[in-house]
């Protein structure tokens, strides 16, 4: 591995000194606050921090001890992070919407003295923690609104606690920062985990110096980028892009004032570098849509005109593809007209660089902003890794994979085909639960994603599902359920599907139709309908589901690995999956082996030669009460493709 | 459409407040004011800058005048041309009496002698509100064209009562007399009207503005917050009876190069009050948008049916004229009482908003 | 015995034949949230009206920080640190949410009419004090997502909020309100009701209010005054008067039919 | 100086049938002034509107009438056809102005009808053309003495006229039942929902009254001063009228009237050369307005009191 190129700034106090020695007067954070962009240069920032830091030494943080920070993106916390790690401290930012259950475990088993609160709201919960986390024995507030009448002593106001720091010199201050090793732990990030509780994840301030270093270099991020620090602050996410890149790069981090304004302060700051989960820039492209469907007929025209425009020239023209000077032109056009103008609303006009990770993206969702010219990327990542895995470099970009090797980054894949990761930002352990730490990493020292995938023809990696849940068909072909399920959600059409194949002969799925989209989709055909069942029995939507199941088909045989798993049977179900029955997650995931059980006649019929199968279900109407349904279903053979 | 917002954050309440906080509008504003200033001196003919551009800066600056009284405070006023003549005439006593005195100095004093009387007659709007109030107006302007008429004081002797401006420069250029040419008159009245016109947008956005307002959309309320109504009248009084003589002195000096009392009837008191209704009360570039249209309206009328082969006689466009006029007035305020201001504000957040429509 | 704020002593008030107020007495402490209650047309705003000086009682004395007043009018009364909210909202309906708090804060603006055609120098400077102590009320309102509206588009809710705003721009040491809670719904009312106590506690200023709904009265009230037809029938802290027969009988009583 | 204000005083005192005949005159041409005022306060006081278009609805019956008659009507028939046109006019003022505006400030209403006034004196004069017309329904205008006192008949047949119409509304007032809803919708809007006329159809009876009004006037005044565009600003006339007689009241409209007719010509008369003359654009005025800070709701009008 390459030294790294900076070491005399092995941890984020130093490189907080660094930043405000180069760059005393730029801008290191705003806040929306009072109506304006209240901003901190670096110096400024500095001088907040060290203060802090004072003032939770007078209260009695050590070195080594952890603190807790609860509440949404907001300076104050995110000095707090600095300000600990000053002290050698660790920092462990919690999720702010936990209840104080969750709470209680994160704070009780990183044993935490001293927790920072954002306000009343989280003042409360917290004082029901130290119930159950006895170790907790300061609670700062940031915000005095409505604390007048707490009397525990356990509570202790922001200015307050920054009076009490008054004592500590500068001179012991900067003697403890000094006192920072690269190899100490900087912070701690628990995961939620689908199984168990969550775990501790330690990361030194190598793990995200490096880490963060190396994305800086590869993406070309410097001082004058702006980001929008709106997600989680106990998401490594946040953690990496807001607070570690920032202080390494030296941009600005912005924090908005509210999370009911998030879009509106969005598009006042117009972020250079933006971060969304694909199900926010699915909301976003949802919203357009139907802002559009409300417009004049001239301007509906001129953006199904210039969006098809974009369709065509948009992608090729930022991966530099060749583009005729006619389609140039158009495109130039379309962005006077068409595109500028979304972008300028959305609040993405300044955006240079996007990412988006943690699930598959749909393509059409994907294309439809890089094709406006946004450079819209994917990357692959853990807190275990200090996010990066995988980044997709300019110009390679694509909708179904997660891109190469982020820098420094080794990876292998199993003989199980899951995805094993060696780089400087692979964690050192998790807190206090060895088993899981040596669980999770291989003996010669790669981080076990979990995750199943495969590198394609480009060195692209490819996430297809997690690795416990990927089988094989009868005659040992790869079978991935959810990569096939996503493949077919990504239509609007669809929206459940459940894949099975697993030690079968072939890959066949239920499809639930999306009522809104299909609903739509008849209306403009003239396919009158009564109901859902209805609808979904309609010989019409099998037709319009058969082809996207082909198109999916298509999609797979693209892929040697995966070509085998083509779907070649599917039928649609007569009702919607629901949480309340119990074939949905509360976080909508599909309960495959449930929904298998449940429809065990169903999927028997789709293994066999029948084309109709009978069904009978339980099912739980809205008010609570139970019923049966039920219903003849139709079951299609569909082609594989080539 | 042409607006780029994103990324133009406020990170201090000086630029939240600016008068125009979008960047794109202040690049519009200074590519209206080089037009002004530069292209249209450069390119403009005697014609129109004489007969056009000059009564529409000078009608704007008489517009601003009413609409800080009538459009901001709520006060209405027919009297106008009372205002405005006391500007000319009290510009020409100025001007006679003291030939050294700088003609801008002028100007601003005889606005200084406009706003005195427009606080005499403004005093009743203590005891009276809303028509009763107007009707007051009335008597100011009755009074004062009388006044002007009958009293050759006034027309220091004249025996016509029909009197010229007397010539007078600003920096060696002559911008009064015959001897002035059009683009000298032009860039003098412009740059007046453009400082005055800011002057009014500062009061307006200010303490003194939203005192106004107050006193305007709620005088009880107002004045249990503790604002003074008749001190608050009286100084929009004060100021609108400013802009309005300054607007007389202009017309008269400029304009039309005579001072006669006859200019600023009650028919001028009643196309100054359409120009705001028209151009939007309430609203500074309403006050121009409202003097544009009525400038422009006669010459259209007289222009297009020429051009359609239907020459109409003057008495005929006059009637159109009062027509036009009224209807306007009614669908105004039936469908957008802050007129014209209005439609151009909800535009530009249409432009903010495209491809969106909401 | 704490402070007396104000002093009311055998106010009358009459219109025409009408008698609006009798003989009607009673004190405000400094500090404390007074309610003044009554059945319809008892007379709590025409009290209401005689304390800020739009009405000028027929008889009796009213005094203020020790002070007793005369005639005046209500700008007076709002420069002597009297500021009141409507019953019917009297909002600045041209104006925005920020304009019409900025308003309440005009007392409080000294810069001249020269400096205010200038907008700049010293009334800027003015004006970005003010603005800062408005973005405070704001804050504490929690109204930042309507800062910039035109006040006439808001819902009932947050105009009175507003309303609450603008009294409060104006740092009051007696903040009367009227009806504060009336047409709201019940989370509305509860929000009122926290800024009211909000205010009382934070700020530390009297406050004195008229209410329809008992039970927010009883909850967040000292004391309570009860007026009649224009007489007073009980004062007390909010257990006394509950169970005062005369309440029961005039109010409760018609209430809980 | 004193000569100028006093000197008339001794004038009236050497010869007081000079200032008999001055006032009657002044009388005479006040009850004209009540009649226009008139139409105000009924539109006033049924719909709250400030009607500023009722000078031009007088130049507009006065217009009409005169080109009916020029087209050969008959009096008879030129009379009827103007009345129909004026009901037209308040039918499509009610529907096109006053109903999308209700519920507006009245300042709002009152430059709406600034805007209607122009509208159709800019559509009649059109119509009709602006020349100057000559109008004679039959009325002498000899002269008539009286205890020394001269009197033109023309005005005190005019004088005569214009009271019968105020009494023939008082009567329509007091003792028609859409009278009585009328006076209802003065006082209050909901009360008048329940005498079961529909609001609009009141406007429009009020609007109808009012355009009679002006016909009458329009013709008495045409008569006297031929029909030209100038007879729009008689109106101009009523407004100080209505401010010193109270805008609510009709016995006010008709002595604000008288008041302000007989003062202002005994103003003209023997003041008015002392300071160059022509006082009677703004005299009314000044009168009215002097009045008004002592008396805010004028003579007869009610006291305001205001509520929050």
């Given at each position: 591995m390459p030294p790294p190129a900076d070491r005399a700034h092995d941890t984020f106090p130093k490189l907080l000194r660094r930043n405000a020695n180069l760059r005393a007067m730029r801008v290191a954070m705003r806040e929306k606050e009072f109506g304006i962009w209240q901003s901190w240069t670096w110096a400024a920032m500095e001088a907040e921090i060290r203060n802090l830091a004072k003032g939770l030494a007078a209260i009695g943080l050590k070195r080594g001890q952890t603190i807790a920070l609860v509440g949404d993106n907001r300076p104050k916390l995110y000095w707090a992070i600095c300000a600990a790690q000053c002290l050698g401290a660790i920092p462990v930012p919690v999720y702010q919407d936990a209840v104080a259950d969750e709470m209680a475990f994160v704070i009780g088993h990183a044993e935490t003295h001293i927790a920072i609160a954002e306000d009343q709201e989280q003042v409360d919960k917290l004082l029901l923690v130290a119930q159950k986390a006895p170790a907790l024995t300061r609670i700062v507030f940031t915000d005095a609104r409505g604390m007048r009448n707490y009397a525990d002593p356990a509570l202790l106001g922001y200015e307050a606690l920054i009076a009490a720091g008054k004592a500590f010199d500068d001179s012991w201050l900067d003697a403890e920062i000094a006192k920072g090793k690269g190899g100490d732990a900087s912070v701690m990030l628990y995961t939620s985990g689908t199984t168990g509780q969550p775990k501790g994840v330690l990361l030194s301030f190598d793990n995200v110096i490096r880490t963060a270093e190396n994305a800086i270099t590869f993406d070309k991020l410097s001082e004058a980028d702006e980001i929008l620090a709106y997600l989680p602050m106990a998401w490594v996410g946040d953690h990496i892009f807001s607070y570690a890149e920032a202080y390494v790069a030296g941009f600005c981090v912005n924090c908005p004032e509210s999370g009911a304004t998030v879009m509106t302060d969005l598009k006042e700051i117009g972020p250079s570098f933006f971060f969304a989960p694909p199900r926010i820039f699915e909301n976003i492209l949802t919203q357009v849509s139907i802002r559009m469907e409300d417009a004049g007929a001239i301007k509906r025209w001129l953006y199904r005109h210039f969006m098809a425009v974009a369709k065509r020239t948009g992608i090729a023209l930022m991966d530099g593809k060749p583009v005729s000077a006619f389609d140039r032109l158009h495109y130039a056009l379309g962005e006077i007209l068409v595109y500028g103008p979304i972008k300028n609303v959305l609040g993405l006009s300044r955006m240079r660089l996007g990412y988006t990770a943690g699930e598959a993206i749909g393509p059409d969702i994907f294309d439809f902003y890089r094709s406006l010219g946004l450079n819209l990327k994917q990357l692959y990542g853990a807190t275990e890794t200090s996010v990066f895995i995988c980044m997709q470099p300019d110009g390679q970009i694509k909708s179904d994979t997660v891109g190469i090797a982020a820098p420094e980054v080794e990876i292998k894949i199993a003989e199980n085909g899951e995805v094993l990761v060696k780089s400087p930002g692979v964690f050192a352990a998790y807190y206090k639960n060895p088993d899981a730490t040596s669980g999770a990493k291989t003996p010669d020292g790669y981080y076990r994603t979990g995750d199943a995938g495969f590198f394609d023809r480009d060195g692209h990696l490819k996430i297809i599902d997690r690795a416990k849940d990927v089988g094989r068909l009868s005659d040992g072909t790869l079978f991935a359920p959810k990569y096939v399920e996503n493949k077919l959600k990504f239509f609007s059409y669809v929206k459940e599907a459940v894949a099975f194949g697993d030690g079968r002969d072939r890959v066949a799925v239920f499809v639930n139709i999306d009522l809104e989209a299909v609903g739509n989709w008849a209306e403009r055909n003239g396919i009158a309908y009564a109901s859902y069942q209805e609808l979904a029995a309609k010989p019409e939507v099998y037709e319009l589901i058969g082809g996207c199941v082909e198109q999916v088909n298509r999609d797979l045989a693209a892929d040697p690995q995966l070509a085998g798993s083509q779907i070649r049977r599917f039928l649609v179900l007569h009702k919607e999956l629901d949480a309340d029955d119990g074939e949905l997650t509360r976080t909508r995931k599909v309960r495959r082996g449930f929904i298998a059980e449940r429809y065990a006649a169903l999927v028997d019929a789709l293994y066999s030669d029948a084309d109709r199968a009978h069904i009978s279900a339980s099912i739980t109407y809205e008010d609570g009460r139970k019923g049966r349904l039920d219903a003849d279903l139709m079951i299609r053979d569909v082609k594989a493709a080539a | 459409m042409l607006y780029r917002e994103s990324g133009q954050f406020k990170s201090d309440y000086a630029a939240d407040q600016?008068?125009?906080?979008i960047r794109q509008d202040r690049i519009g504003m200074a590519a209206i004011l080089f037009a002004a200033f530069v292209v249209v001196p450069l390119i403009a003919d005697h014609y129109f800058l004489s007969t056009i551009l000059i009564p529409f800066l000078i009608f704007a600056l008489a517009a601003i005048g009413l609409n800080i009284l009538t459009g901001y405070c709520g006060q209405l006023s027919l009297g106008t041309g009372g205002f405005m003549a006391c500007g000319a005439f009290a510009a020409y006593k100025f001007a006679t009496a003291?030939?050294?005195?700088?003609i801008v100095l002028v100007f601003l004093l005889s606005g200084g002698v406009a706003a005195a009387v427009g606080v005499v007659f403004g005093v009743p709007s203590l005891r009276i509100k809303g028509f009763y109030l107007a009707v007051a107006t009335l008597a100011a302007q009755f009074f004062l064209i009388w006044l002007f008429t009958k009293l050759p004081w006034f027309t220091n002797y004249s025996s016509s009562g029909v009197i010229s401006a007397p010539p007078r420069s600003v920096f060696g250029f002559y911008v009064t007399g015959i001897e002035a040419t059009a683009e000298a008159k032009y860039i003098f009245c412009l740059t007046l009207v453009a400082v005055l016109a800011l002057v009014a947008k500062n009061l307006v956005r200010g303490r003194i503005g939203r005192a106004w307002m107050a006193i305007r959309d709620m005088d009880i309320a107002a004045e249990i917050i503790g604002i003074r109504p008749l001190r608050t009248k009286l100084l929009a009084f004060a100021v609108s009876s400013f802009y309005c003589g300054v607007a007389g002195a202009l017309w008269a000096f400029i304009y039309t190069s005579s001072v006669e009392a006859l200019a600023f009837d009650i028919n001028r008191s009643f196309q100054i009050l359409f120009m705001i209704i028209i151009g939007g009360l309430g609203s500074i570039l309403g006050s121009f948008l409202g003097a544009a249209f009525i400038v422009l309206l006669p010459i259209f009328l007289n222009v297009v049916p020429t051009a359609l082969g239907v020459p109409l006689s003057t008495a005929t466009i006059a009637h159109f004229e009062y027509m036009i006029f009224g209807a306007l007035i009614v669908f105004f305020l039936i469908v957008e009482p802050h007129g014209l201001a209005r439609l151009w504000q909800l535009a530009k957040e249409k432009l903010r908003l495209w491809p969106f429509p909401h | 015995m704490s402070e007396i704020l104000l002093k009311v002593e055998n106010v009358s008030l009459g219109f025409g034949g009408v008698k609006a107020l009798s003989e009607v007495s009673f004190d405000i402490v400094k500090g404390e949230i007074r309610a003044i209650i009554g059945p319809n047309g008892a007379g709590k705003s025409s009290m209401l009206n005689c304390i800020n000086g739009f009405y000028q009682p027929s008889a009796g004395r009213i005094v203020y920080k020790g002070v007793e007043r005369s005639a005046m009018r209500p700008h007076a009364a709002a420069a002597g640190g009297i500021a009141r909210t409507f019953q019917n909202i009297a909002l600045f309906k041209g104006m925005s949410t920020l304009d019409n708090i900025m308003t309440g804060r005009l007392l409080k603006m000294k810069r001249g009419f020269f400096w205010q055609c200038l907008h700049w120098g010293p009334a800027r400077a003015e004006e970005i004090a003010h603005r800062e102590f408005v973005e405070r009320i704001i804050d504490f309102l929690e109204i930042q997502a309507i800062r910039k509206t035109p006040v006439g588009r808001l819902p009932y809710g947050l105009q009175k909020r507003v309303e609450l705003g603008r009294a409060l721009a104006a740092e009051p040491e007696l903040l009367l309100l009227d009806e504060p809670m009336a047409g709201m719904n019940l989370e509305e009312k509860e929000d009122m009701c926290r800024f009211i106590l909000d205010v009382n506690e934070e700020f530390g200023t009297t406050i004195a209010l008229i209410e329809h709904d008992m039970g927010v009265v009883m909850d967040i009230s000292d004391r309570v005054v009860v007026l009649e037809y224009g007489r007073k029938i009980a004062d007390g802290v909010p257990d006394a008067v509950k169970a005062d027969k005369r309440v029961i009988d005039a109010y409760l009583g018609v209430a809980h039919e | 100086m004193i000569d100028i204000l006093f000197g008339p005083l001794k004038e009236i005192w050497e010869f007081p049938a000079f200032f008999a005949e001055v006032v009657i005159g002044g009388l005479l041409s006040g009850v004209m002034y009540s009649l226009v005022a008139l139409g105000f306060v009924l539109i006033f006081k049924a719909s709250g509107v400030f009607n500023f278009a009722q000078g031009a609805m007088v130049l507009c019956a006065a217009l009409t009438f005169v080109g009916f008659e020029e087209l050969g009507a008959p009096i008879w028939l030129a009379l009827i056809l103007t009345l129909g046109v004026m009901l037209l006019m308040a039918l499509a003022i009610e529907r096109l102005v006053l109903r999308p505006l209700v519920n507006q400030a009245p300042i709002i209403l009152f430059m709406a009808t600034i805007g209607v006034t122009f509208f159709i004196d800019g559509l009649f004069q059109t119509i009709w053309g602006s020349d100057v017309k000559r109008l004679d329904v039959g009325i002498p205008k000899d002269p008539i003495e009286f205890a020394g006192v001269q009197v033109n008949s023309f005005d005190i047949v005019a004088a005569l006229i214009a009271g019968a119409l105020v009494g023939g509304l008082a009567f329509f007032f007091q003792s028609t039942r859409i009278g009585r809803a009328l006076r209802a919708v003065a006082d209050d809007h909901q009360a008048a929902q329940s005498v079961g006329i529909p609001l609009q159809t009141i406007w429009v009876i009020v609007w109808a009254v009012a355009g009679l009004v002006a016909l009458v006037a329009g013709i008495m005044w045409g008569s006297k001063l031929g029909v030209q565009f100038s007879l729009a600003l008689i109106a101009l006339k009523a407004l100080p009228v209505l401010i010193l007689g109270g805008f609510t009241s009709i016995p006010g409209a008709i002595v604000g009237g008288l008041i302000i007719g007989m003062g202002e010509k005994v103003a003209e008369v023997y003041w008015a050369p002392g300071i160059g003359g022509g006082i009677e654009d703004w005299f009314a005025y000044i009168l009215a307005l002097v009045f008004l800070m002592f008396r805010p709701q004028g003579l007869f009008g009610e006291k305001i009191i205001e509520r929050v």
């Amino acid at each position: 591995m390459p030294p790294p190129a900076d070491r005399a700034h092995d941890t984020f106090p130093k490189l907080l000194r660094r930043n405000a020695n180069l760059r005393a007067m730029r801008v290191a954070m705003r806040e929306k606050e009072f109506g304006i962009w209240q901003s901190w240069t670096w110096a400024a920032m500095e001088a907040e921090i060290r203060n802090l830091a004072k003032g939770l030494a007078a209260i009695g943080l050590k070195r080594g001890q952890t603190i807790a920070l609860v509440g949404d993106n907001r300076p104050k916390l995110y000095w707090a992070i600095c300000a600990a790690q000053c002290l050698g401290a660790i920092p462990v930012p919690v999720y702010q919407d936990a209840v104080a259950d969750e709470m209680a475990f994160v704070i009780g088993h990183a044993e935490t003295h001293i927790a920072i609160a954002e306000d009343q709201e989280q003042v409360d919960k917290l004082l029901l923690v130290a119930q159950k986390a006895p170790a907790l024995t300061r609670i700062v507030f940031t915000d005095a609104r409505g604390m007048r009448n707490y009397a525990d002593p356990a509570l202790l106001g922001y200015e307050a606690l920054i009076a009490a720091g008054k004592a500590f010199d500068d001179s012991w201050l900067d003697a403890e920062i000094a006192k920072g090793k690269g190899g100490d732990a900087s912070v701690m990030l628990y995961t939620s985990g689908t199984t168990g509780q969550p775990k501790g994840v330690l990361l030194s301030f190598d793990n995200v110096i490096r880490t963060a270093e190396n994305a800086i270099t590869f993406d070309k991020l410097s001082e004058a980028d702006e980001i929008l620090a709106y997600l989680p602050m106990a998401w490594v996410g946040d953690h990496i892009f807001s607070y570690a890149e920032a202080y390494v790069a030296g941009f600005c981090v912005n924090c908005p004032e509210s999370g009911a304004t998030v879009m509106t302060d969005l598009k006042e700051i117009g972020p250079s570098f933006f971060f969304a989960p694909p199900r926010i820039f699915e909301n976003i492209l949802t919203q357009v849509s139907i802002r559009m469907e409300d417009a004049g007929a001239i301007k509906r025209w001129l953006y199904r005109h210039f969006m098809a425009v974009a369709k065509r020239t948009g992608i090729a023209l930022m991966d530099g593809k060749p583009v005729s000077a006619f389609d140039r032109l158009h495109y130039a056009l379309g962005e006077i007209l068409v595109y500028g103008p979304i972008k300028n609303v959305l609040g993405l006009s300044r955006m240079r660089l996007g990412y988006t990770a943690g699930e598959a993206i749909g393509p059409d969702i994907f294309d439809f902003y890089r094709s406006l010219g946004l450079n819209l990327k994917q990357l692959y990542g853990a807190t275990e890794t200090s996010v990066f895995i995988c980044m997709q470099p300019d110009g390679q970009i694509k909708s179904d994979t997660v891109g190469i090797a982020a820098p420094e980054v080794e990876i292998k894949i199993a003989e199980n085909g899951e995805v094993l990761v060696k780089s400087p930002g692979v964690f050192a352990a998790y807190y206090k639960n060895p088993d899981a730490t040596s669980g999770a990493k291989t003996p010669d020292g790669y981080y076990r994603t979990g995750d199943a995938g495969f590198f394609d023809r480009d060195g692209h990696l490819k996430i297809i599902d997690r690795a416990k849940d990927v089988g094989r068909l009868s005659d040992g072909t790869l079978f991935a359920p959810k990569y096939v399920e996503n493949k077919l959600k990504f239509f609007s059409y669809v929206k459940e599907a459940v894949a099975f194949g697993d030690g079968r002969d072939r890959v066949a799925v239920f499809v639930n139709i999306d009522l809104e989209a299909v609903g739509n989709w008849a209306e403009r055909n003239g396919i009158a309908y009564a109901s859902y069942q209805e609808l979904a029995a309609k010989p019409e939507v099998y037709e319009l589901i058969g082809g996207c199941v082909e198109q999916v088909n298509r999609d797979l045989a693209a892929d040697p690995q995966l070509a085998g798993s083509q779907i070649r049977r599917f039928l649609v179900l007569h009702k919607e999956l629901d949480a309340d029955d119990g074939e949905l997650t509360r976080t909508r995931k599909v309960r495959r082996g449930f929904i298998a059980e449940r429809y065990a006649a169903l999927v028997d019929a789709l293994y066999s030669d029948a084309d109709r199968a009978h069904i009978s279900a339980s099912i739980t109407y809205e008010d609570g009460r139970k019923g049966r349904l039920d219903a003849d279903l139709m079951i299609r053979d569909v082609k594989a493709a080539a | 459409m042409l607006y780029r917002e994103s990324g133009q954050f406020k990170s201090d309440y000086a630029a939240d407040q600016a008068i125009f906080p979008i960047r794109q509008d202040r690049i519009g504003m200074a590519a209206i004011l080089f037009a002004a200033f530069v292209v249209v001196p450069l390119i403009a003919d005697h014609y129109f800058l004489s007969t056009i551009l000059i009564p529409f800066l000078i009608f704007a600056l008489a517009a601003i005048g009413l609409n800080i009284l009538t459009g901001y405070c709520g006060q209405l006023s027919l009297g106008t041309g009372g205002f405005m003549a006391c500007g000319a005439f009290a510009a020409y006593k100025f001007a006679t009496a003291f030939p050294e005195l700088n003609i801008v100095l002028v100007f601003l004093l005889s606005g200084g002698v406009a706003a005195a009387v427009g606080v005499v007659f403004g005093v009743p709007s203590l005891r009276i509100k809303g028509f009763y109030l107007a009707v007051a107006t009335l008597a100011a302007q009755f009074f004062l064209i009388w006044l002007f008429t009958k009293l050759p004081w006034f027309t220091n002797y004249s025996s016509s009562g029909v009197i010229s401006a007397p010539p007078r420069s600003v920096f060696g250029f002559y911008v009064t007399g015959i001897e002035a040419t059009a683009e000298a008159k032009y860039i003098f009245c412009l740059t007046l009207v453009a400082v005055l016109a800011l002057v009014a947008k500062n009061l307006v956005r200010g303490r003194i503005g939203r005192a106004w307002m107050a006193i305007r959309d709620m005088d009880i309320a107002a004045e249990i917050i503790g604002i003074r109504p008749l001190r608050t009248k009286l100084l929009a009084f004060a100021v609108s009876s400013f802009y309005c003589g300054v607007a007389g002195a202009l017309w008269a000096f400029i304009y039309t190069s005579s001072v006669e009392a006859l200019a600023f009837d009650i028919n001028r008191s009643f196309q100054i009050l359409f120009m705001i209704i028209i151009g939007g009360l309430g609203s500074i570039l309403g006050s121009f948008l409202g003097a544009a249209f009525i400038v422009l309206l006669p010459i259209f009328l007289n222009v297009v049916p020429t051009a359609l082969g239907v020459p109409l006689s003057t008495a005929t466009i006059a009637h159109f004229e009062y027509m036009i006029f009224g209807a306007l007035i009614v669908f105004f305020l039936i469908v957008e009482p802050h007129g014209l201001a209005r439609l151009w504000q909800l535009a530009k957040e249409k432009l903010r908003l495209w491809p969106f429509p909401h | 015995m704490s402070e007396i704020l104000l002093k009311v002593e055998n106010v009358s008030l009459g219109f025409g034949g009408v008698k609006a107020l009798s003989e009607v007495s009673f004190d405000i402490v400094k500090g404390e949230i007074r309610a003044i209650i009554g059945p319809n047309g008892a007379g709590k705003s025409s009290m209401l009206n005689c304390i800020n000086g739009f009405y000028q009682p027929s008889a009796g004395r009213i005094v203020y920080k020790g002070v007793e007043r005369s005639a005046m009018r209500p700008h007076a009364a709002a420069a002597g640190g009297i500021a009141r909210t409507f019953q019917n909202i009297a909002l600045f309906k041209g104006m925005s949410t920020l304009d019409n708090i900025m308003t309440g804060r005009l007392l409080k603006m000294k810069r001249g009419f020269f400096w205010q055609c200038l907008h700049w120098g010293p009334a800027r400077a003015e004006e970005i004090a003010h603005r800062e102590f408005v973005e405070r009320i704001i804050d504490f309102l929690e109204i930042q997502a309507i800062r910039k509206t035109p006040v006439g588009r808001l819902p009932y809710g947050l105009q009175k909020r507003v309303e609450l705003g603008r009294a409060l721009a104006a740092e009051p040491e007696l903040l009367l309100l009227d009806e504060p809670m009336a047409g709201m719904n019940l989370e509305e009312k509860e929000d009122m009701c926290r800024f009211i106590l909000d205010v009382n506690e934070e700020f530390g200023t009297t406050i004195a209010l008229i209410e329809h709904d008992m039970g927010v009265v009883m909850d967040i009230s000292d004391r309570v005054v009860v007026l009649e037809y224009g007489r007073k029938i009980a004062d007390g802290v909010p257990d006394a008067v509950k169970a005062d027969k005369r309440v029961i009988d005039a109010y409760l009583g018609v209430a809980h039919e | 100086m004193i000569d100028i204000l006093f000197g008339p005083l001794k004038e009236i005192w050497e010869f007081p049938a000079f200032f008999a005949e001055v006032v009657i005159g002044g009388l005479l041409s006040g009850v004209m002034y009540s009649l226009v005022a008139l139409g105000f306060v009924l539109i006033f006081k049924a719909s709250g509107v400030f009607n500023f278009a009722q000078g031009a609805m007088v130049l507009c019956a006065a217009l009409t009438f005169v080109g009916f008659e020029e087209l050969g009507a008959p009096i008879w028939l030129a009379l009827i056809l103007t009345l129909g046109v004026m009901l037209l006019m308040a039918l499509a003022i009610e529907r096109l102005v006053l109903r999308p505006l209700v519920n507006q400030a009245p300042i709002i209403l009152f430059m709406a009808t600034i805007g209607v006034t122009f509208f159709i004196d800019g559509l009649f004069q059109t119509i009709w053309g602006s020349d100057v017309k000559r109008l004679d329904v039959g009325i002498p205008k000899d002269p008539i003495e009286f205890a020394g006192v001269q009197v033109n008949s023309f005005d005190i047949v005019a004088a005569l006229i214009a009271g019968a119409l105020v009494g023939g509304l008082a009567f329509f007032f007091q003792s028609t039942r859409i009278g009585r809803a009328l006076r209802a919708v003065a006082d209050d809007h909901q009360a008048a929902q329940s005498v079961g006329i529909p609001l609009q159809t009141i406007w429009v009876i009020v609007w109808a009254v009012a355009g009679l009004v002006a016909l009458v006037a329009g013709i008495m005044w045409g008569s006297k001063l031929g029909v030209q565009f100038s007879l729009a600003l008689i109106a101009l006339k009523a407004l100080p009228v209505l401010i010193l007689g109270g805008f609510t009241s009709i016995p006010g409209a008709i002595v604000g009237g008288l008041i302000i007719g007989m003062g202002e010509k005994v103003a003209e008369v023997y003041w008015a050369p002392g300071i160059g003359g022509g006082i009677e654009d703004w005299f009314a005025y000044i009168l009215a307005l002097v009045f008004l800070m002592f008396r805010p709701q004028g003579l007869f009008g009610e006291k305001i009191i205001e509520r929050v």
